[in-house]
């Protein structure tokens, strides 16, 4: 907004008033759930909410299946079409993609990776995630809310559970490329795998 351009919220703004994020318009206005914004949105495109609701997809999962969702940047002119699904995103990298795009300095402190520029997101060898309680418990402390922590490496996925929240489950290790519906765990088998992400993971975040 400060650099003059117009930005759009719609569907789920849990921020209260559009305006809180910095949007220059927006149809959420009180509900954290987006009111108009969301109203509009399954009045709207019906068949792909019921495609999303039949899908094994949640947004609470540890899985893929809740995790995993196309990116998708068009630029005509600029990015030349093609499909990548080897390397890492996230969608903390659309913010600084639409920043450098913009010619908008990125604050040293924003996470996230240019998705326009390929050698940043080769040199990058691991994404990061949480899944939380759908209620938040305490947002000084996330912690308290923390299911799960997950870390991926190449093809490699370390699921190690939060106890407080998850007391009975295991921790779990995945081969995304051979096994992509995660249904063998491969944690029992590779113990050098697991000291190695969960390094990686901690050095992140040692909740």
Not at 82 to 103: E, H, Q, V, Y
Not at 175 to 182: F, R, V, W
Request: proline share 7%; net charge negative; hydrophobic share 35%.
């Amino acid at each position: 907004m400060n650099q003059g351009y117009l930005a759009l919220q719609t569907g789920k703004w849990w921020q209260g008033n559009y305006s809180h994020g910095g949007f220059t318009h927006g149809m959420t206005r009180d509900s954290r759930h987006g009111d108009k914004g969301l109203e509009i949105g399954r009045k709207t495109m019906e068949p792909i909410k019921d495609f999303i609701e039949d899908a094994p997809r949640s947004m609470l999962s540890q899985y893929d299946g809740g995790l995993r969702s196309p990116m998708m940047v068009r630029w005509k002119g600029t990015i030349a079409p093609r499909m990548d699904d080897n390397t890492l995103a996230s969608s903390i990298d659309f913010a600084p993609a639409i920043l450098k795009a913009c010619g908008v300095p990125i604050p040293p402190q924003m996470q996230g990776v240019d998705l326009l520029d390929g050698a940043a997101l080769q040199f990058r060898n691991t994404v990061h995630g949480e899944c939380y309680t759908h209620d938040m418990m305490d947002f000084e402390t996330p912690a308290n809310s923390l299911r799960w922590r997950w870390v991926i490496e190449g093809f490699q996925k370390l699921i190690p559970p939060h106890a407080r929240n998850e007391p009975e489950a295991k921790v779990e290790l995945y081969n995304l490329k051979n096994d992509p519906y995660e249904e063998h765990n491969l944690a029992a088998e590779n113990p050098l795998d697991m000291e190695r992400l969960s390094k990686s993971m901690n050095a992140r975040w040692n909740p």
